[in-house]
């Protein structure tokens, strides 16, 4: 519910572009910008792997 908050209030806001989601997601997105490729597949690689998710909290 967060997350269509979040993108309903940019569309109203007549943004072009929102982060959405919790504030790991938004650090992710401000390291994306500066990382290189390689640093970005790996973690992508570690995030992806079986049972990497299932210590993640869900809102």
Not at 7 to 19: C, I, M
Not at 21 to 35: P, R, W, Y
Request: hydrophobic share 35%.
């Amino acid at each position: 519910m967060q997350v269509a908050r979040q993108g309903l209030d940019a569309l109203l806001a007549a943004k072009e572009k929102v982060v959405a989601g919790s504030a790991k997601t938004k650090v992710q997105e401000m390291a994306n910008k500066i990382l290189p490729d390689k640093a970005k597949a790996e973690t992508h690689r570690k995030m992806a792997e079986p049972g990497s998710g299932e210590s993640e909290k869900t809102d």
